[in-house]
């Protein structure tokens, strides 16, 4: 069931759900799974939004609204991502914070450090620090919106970490070793018990299956 900070957001996604929200004619934002977010002014929906939990993909073109003055700007734990004409996906667990910039640029301010993001950088922070910026593959990145989940040489424990943001249940990886095993794979959300195939088939996991969702492998 819902907690009540999740009913208490402006808007938010369930397990494996994803939602569009127009805010304005110029801001549209994708929700991913498990993903709550509020607007910075209800009275001003494209001023921005703070992103409580999850991951945001927002396309937003105020510098060719007539009569912009202002940016739109992301609220995301201790940092503020801020931008006029750009695409980029902000994710946020806990305190810890991941922007990408897909087109145009970002600029994210954070009380121990500034960063400017141009299209296929990345930047990962804190609430203690904000590491430098690197370069990143936004197609995999944004693979969410496409339907997918893509790894490019990912320890199996973090792919298992990841499907279980989309995945009602639970994977459970039972094998501390297994977890280290590396990953170069992509999977469908619509089919993402296909993970488990490939565990089991290509690292000789055992696969125990209880009721609920909830999946061993050891």
């Known amino acids: 069931w819902p907690?009540?900070?999740?009913?208490?957001?402006?808007?938010?996604?369930?397990?494996?759900?994803?939602?569009?929200?127009?805010?304005?004619?110029?801001?549209?934002?994708?929700l991913n799974t498990r993903t709550r977010i509020d607007l910075l002014s209800s009275a001003t929906p494209a001023a921005g939004i703070r992103l409580l939990?999850?991951?945001?993909?927002?396309?937003?073109?105020i510098a060719g609204a007539p009569g912009a003055a202002r940016p739109f700007d992301v609220v995301a734990a201790s940092a503020r991502v801020r931008a006029w004409r750009a695409g980029f996906n902000?994710?946020?667990?806990?305190?810890?914070?991941?922007?990408?910039?897909?087109?145009?640029t970002v600029e994210l301010r954070h009380p121990h450090g500034r960063?400017?993001?141009?299209?296929?950088?990345?930047?990962?922070?804190?609430?203690?620090?904000?590491h430098a910026p690197s370069?990143?593959?936004?197609?995999?990145?944004?693979?969410?919106?496409?339907?997918?989940?893509v790894f490019d040489?990912?320890?199996?424990?973090?792919?298992?970490?990841?499907?279980?943001?989309?995945?009602?249940?639970?994977?459970?990886?039972?094998?501390?070793?297994?977890g280290d095993a590396r990953v170069q794979a992509q999977f469908s959300l619509r089919r993402l018990d296909d993970?488990?195939?490939?565990?089991?088939?290509?690292?000789g996991a055992h696969v125990t299956t209880l009721p609920g969702g909830i999946v061993l492998l050891s």
Do not use: H
């Not at 999740?6 to 994708?30: C, M, S």
């Not at 946020?92 to 910039?101: E, K, N, R």
């Not at 950088?121 to 203690?128: K, N, P």
């Not at 040489?153 to 297994?178: C, F, M, Q, T, W």
């Open 90 to 104: 902000v994710r946020l667990s806990g305190d810890a914070g991941c922007v990408t910039c897909v087109t145009g």
């Open 135 to 149: 370069a990143v593959d936004t197609a995999s990145v944004t693979a969410w919106r496409r339907g997918m989940l």
């Open 53 to 61: 939990a999850g991951e945001a993909d927002i396309q937003a073109d």
């Open 115 to 130: 960063a400017t993001l141009s299209a296929g950088q990345q930047v990962v922070y804190d609430e203690r620090i904000v």
């Open 153 to 178: 040489d990912v320890p199996l424990a973090s792919v298992i970490d990841e499907i279980n943001r989309y995945r009602p249940g639970k994977l459970v990886l039972r094998n501390p070793r297994l």
């Open 3 to 30: 907690s009540v900070a999740d009913l208490a957001a402006d808007y938010r996604t369930g397990t494996g759900e994803q939602r569009q929200v127009t805010l304005a004619r110029d801001v549209v934002v994708d």
């Open 195 to 203: 993970a488990i195939v490939m565990v089991r088939d290509v690292f």
